[in-house]
């Protein structure tokens, strides 16, 4: 099962702003809306973005989503130590007809 | 509050086989599709299967099809991931989640802990 494509680590001091790619394919990213989740170890995935730079209710502002071609990035801003999780990015893949997700980005607060 | 709640993992040996339950509440269970995706120690997430409302489709990972099966009880608003030949490959947090759409799946349960090992 092919994955996206993201940074293994990204890391701010609070206050800052961290962004995360995504990179995938035509068959993923490029023709297909993408979703965030935010996964802290033994807890529930929480979903962040969807349909490429949507905020579902209750999650801050601070979190934003954006797409270009194949590649889409989630921006963090006003980073803040509650922040410090794994992120992963999603899509839908045509030609696998089902859904894949990014090899994952732990964010540090410094 | 909507909420899923995962049961049923434990130790097993390779070969062996497990039942997960996740038990569905405050929402309309049988109107939505459902899915399971795991998460292997050190690893990302990974999608494993899904399931149509009326249980009349379900679509697997390659590396399970034949092995896994993807159910619902939708009575007992319960989504059931029946595995069998376990590999140790298959140790993982497996969590259940109510799929909105192509990768969108909102919420997920905390995740149960399957470990395939001699």
């Known amino acids: 099962q092919s994955m996206l494509t993201q940074p293994p680590s990204a890391s701010g001091t609070p206050g800052q702003r961290v962004t995360i790619s995504c990179s995938g394919s035509s068959s993923n990213i490029g023709g297909n809306y993408i979703y965030w989740y935010q996964h802290l170890p033994r807890t529930a995935p929480k979903l962040l973005i969807y349909?490429?730079?949507q905020r579902p209710s209750g999650v801050p502002d601070r979190f934003s989503g954006s797409k270009s071609g194949t590649s889409a990035s989630l921006a963090i801003s006003g980073l803040r130590s509650e922040d410090e999780a794994d992120y992963y990015c999603?899509?839908?893949?045509?030609?696998?007809?089902?859904?894949?997700f990014g090899t994952g980005t732990k964010v540090t607060v410094l | 509050e909507v909420q899923l709640a995962e049961s049923g993992g434990g130790l097993v040996h390779p070969g062996g086989s497990l039942r997960l339950s996740c038990a569905a509440s405050g929402f309309t269970f049988n109107a939505y599709w459902m899915s399971w995706v795991r998460q292997a120690p050190g690893k990302g997430l990974e999608w494993v299967a899904t399931i149509k409302q009326d249980g009349s489709e379900k679509y697997y990972v390659d590396s399970v099809k034949g092995r896994f099966t993807i159910s619902r009880d939708n009575a007992k608003n319960s989504l059931i991931l029946q595995m069998n030949s376990l590999r140790v490959e298959d140790t993982a947090i497996f969590h259940c989640?109510?799929?909105?759409?192509?990768?969108?799946?909102?919420?997920w349960g905390q995740g149960t802990l399957v470990t395939v090992s001699s």
């Open positions: 989640a109510r799929r909105i759409g192509r990768g969108w799946f909102d919420p």
């Open positions: 349909m490429n730079n």
């Open positions: 999603a899509a839908w893949d045509d030609i696998l007809s089902a859904p894949v």
